[in-house]
Structure formats: C-alpha cells, structure tokens
C-alpha cells in the first residue's frame, strides 16, 4: 500500500525558511513521479514542485528560486526546502506519487494517484 506523511509545518514569518518532508512507503521512487501541491483557503491545489524518476524537476513561477525539491532514495523521503518565504506561501501543502514509465515532471492534480494527508504552512507578514 502506498502512503505518503508530510511533516515540517508550522508558523513562520516573512522571510523565514521551512523544510517539509514527505517519508514514502509502499514504493521505490524509481518508478515514480513524485511532486508537492499546496491548497490556500478558497483557492484551487496547485502545482509547487516535482521531480521525475530520473530527477528532473520543475517549480512553479512564483517559487522558482526560493524553494528546492529533493528527495533522498535511500531513505524514500521527499523534501522542500522553502526560503524567503511569503505570506502568499501560506496553504496546507500535500505531496502526493504517481507510477511512470515516463521520463517527465508531472504538474497537474490529476497525474496523481497518491496523496498525503497535508501540512499547514502559515507565514505571518
């Protein structure tokens, strides 16, 4: 069964840096696109950051530059690393897993077919 638990929420101020992580089971990421979304109250989930099997990655516009998407094989964990975070930042962020024979990053809701549960993020101005 595949899971995924999301840890490294919290409060922050503007400015601030968080890491989220992700510990994965149930799968190996060599066969998986893995990638974190973030939902803001009122708002649709949107795409963050995603990595391929084959470790290409792709961010959003507006956290290109700030945060880093990592994952580490032999622990089967993801990470985001977010720098100079804004109050825009703030959402409940998910990161969620697909099987792929594919090579690319997948950015859409729908690619996905595994979820966590979600951690808040909240950045005061």
């Known amino acids: 069964e595949v899971q995924l638990v999301e840890s490294g929420g919290g409060l922050v101020q503007a400015g601030g840096s968080l890491r989220l992580s992700c510990t994965a089971s149930?799968?190996?990421?060599?066969?998986?696109?893995i990638g974190w979304f973030r939902q803001a109250p009122g708002k649709e989930r949107e795409f963050v950051a995603g990595?391929?099997?084959?470790?290409?990655?792709s961010y959003m516009d507006s956290v290109l530059d700030r945060f880093t998407i990592l994952r580490d094989v032999s622990k089967n964990a993801l990470y985001l690393r977010m720098n100079s975070l804004k109050p825009e930042d703030t959402a409940v962020y998910y990161c969620?897993?697909?099987?792929?024979?594919?090579?690319?990053?997948?950015?859409?809701?729908?690619?996905?077919?595994?979820w966590g549960q979600g951690t808040q993020i909240t950045v005061s101005s």
């Open positions: 990595i391929s099997p084959r470790e290409s990655t």
């Open positions: 149930g799968f190996t990421f060599d066969d998986y696109a």
């Open positions: 969620a897993a697909t099987f792929t024979l594919n090579s690319r990053v997948f950015t859409r809701v729908n690619e996905y077919d595994y």
